[in-house]
């Protein structure tokens, strides 16, 4: 019962890596714009995060931190292809490229940092449940805010004004342009919210999952939360299961190897990445399932008065 648990928490632990990421990019690609440059954002944010919790201490300014450096990374990003039309998948590339190299070389001289002590949260009684409450109430705070963002944002998409002038913009933006929305503006702030999601998203990988700072320490999470976003069909509670679903494959591996089971390492340690290809190799199988869900521009520069 206690291994379950165990297996219970970590799951959703390395989830709310891969749920905050998705979502930003959810958020991206429902204003019609495709961010590739996820991972360098994550990897960014995370030293930024972990740099800021070692001179400061403070768990809510790392996460600032990391969201600060997210927002920033996606600003360039967004006055790139939004406003200067590049294309939009060669400067996410780009960003994914740089953000790996720059993180790299501004946290050499924190691979030996240290954190002061990690706290332990609780919620009071819930947490003394047998099974269920250390699998489910004895999580960080950030843990139980992934799940309040995906209801939030499920309803701003669906209930809210702005948030179908969010999907209008997405699906298409002439349209949306002549009824006198700034289209630009409107797909420059999503794409700094999602870069800012994506950076919580790092700052938690390096303040909380890990806790250290290594070089290229998101290790593919970020591409994983780009295909998680079309696993989901751009859903916001579709993404969350979703982000479960793989942080349960990516935990698994772990359990396996504690329980002694006989399985070469390498297997074990691809197994989220070949449960991602399988998932996207099954949907693609289905065109018409796609393109009803996906918004109509994603991927295509926005032109005003042409």
Known sequence: MDSIALLLAATLNSGTVLAFAALGLLINERAGIVNLGAEGMMLVAAIAGYATAVHTGSDTLAFIGGAAAGALLAAAFGILVIYLNTNQYATGLALSLFGTGFSAFVGITYTQAK??????FAVPYLSDIPLV????????????????????????LYRSRAGLVLRAVGESPE????????????????VMVGGALCGISGAYISVVYTPLWVE??????????????????????????GAYLFGGVTMLQFHLQGEGVQIPSQFLTMMPYLATIVVLVLISRNASFIRVN?????????????
Not at 294 to 306: L, R, V
């Open 115 to 120: 954190l002061s002590e990690r706290p332990n």
């Open 133 to 156: 409450g250390p699998a489910l109430f004895k999580q960080h705070p950030m843990v139980y805010l992934a799940i309040v963002l995906t209801v939030a944002l499920a309803w701003f």
């Open 175 to 190: 349209s949306a342009h002549a009824l006198g929305y700034p289209v630009r503006r409107i797909r420059m702030f999503a």
């Open 216 to 241: 290229g320490m998101v290790a593919g999470k970020g591409w994983i939360a780009l295909a998680l976003t079309t696993f989901a069909t751009w859903r916001p509670a579709r993404v969350l299961l």
């Open 294 to 306: 996906m918004p109509a521009s994603i991927g295509k520069p926005f032109f005003p008065g042409s």
